[in-house]
DNA sequence: TGAGAATATGAGCAAGCACTCATATAGATT
DNA sequence: AATCTATATGAGTGCTTGCTCATATTCTCA
């Protein structure tokens, strides 16, 4: 039997790669091609295509055809709000340790 | 080199297993010890004392002992706002899948 | 129709993760 | 001191993940 807790994994569990963050802020910031995003991230072709795999099957990216490429979207806009709070609480923790060479 | 991606991820990857989900829950409505909340979960003490061990070293717990018990409690308050947010997803998700039936 | 371009997938591998059982440690109680 | 209680950790195991190289698929255009 599923629990809210595991579909929560699940969702985060499909954000929580580094290089899937790096996805997901190249496709927030307009480049939503395959073909694009991996010279920007100087990924693996085929590592690429299996990352955005993990992402759309999650549900948290959409994707269509339109001729060779493929191109993907952001289904849900709150998944850029989990991101920017992860961001701000890393943020918070690097401060912290940091204060100690104040 | 560490970029803002890594740090996230670390974040995110801390929190995103069910039985960490469920423990931060208890946590959050005031069970903060090791002792209720292995009971609580049905968990191997030795396994949630590990996974405990997880959220402490990524810093989204702290820790202090009070005699023989270990206490916890939420480093960022913002981890719950992300667990929030992960639930609404996954909710919103759900939904559309059981749209088709109705 | 045949070459070429963009993406997807099979296979294999190394590393990491979650879990359990058994044992160690640390503090409390008699 | 001996025992008990709560937590931590060592060791072993099977499963999953991320990656790469090679190959397949799908569509385009000369």
Chains 1, 2 share one sequence.
């Not at 963050?21 to 299996?50: F, H, V």
Request: glycine letters at 4%; hydrophobic letters at 45%.
């Amino acid at each position: 039997m599923n629990t809210a807790a595991d579909f929560q994994a699940e969702i985060l569990s499909a954000i929580a790669h580094p290089n899937r963050i790096r996805i997901l802020e190249k496709i927030r910031y307009g480049i939503n091609c395959n073909c694009e995003i991996a010279p920007a991230l100087g990924m693996e072709q085929s590592n690429l295509s299996r990352h955005l795999k993990i992402l759309v099957k999650s549900g948290i990216l959409r994707s269509w055809k339109e001729g060779l490429r493929t191109n993907y979207d952001i289904a849900d806009k709150r998944i850029y709000r989990l991101l920017d709070i992860a961001a701000d609480i890393a943020k918070a923790k690097l401060e912290k340790q940091t204060e100690v060479f104040a």
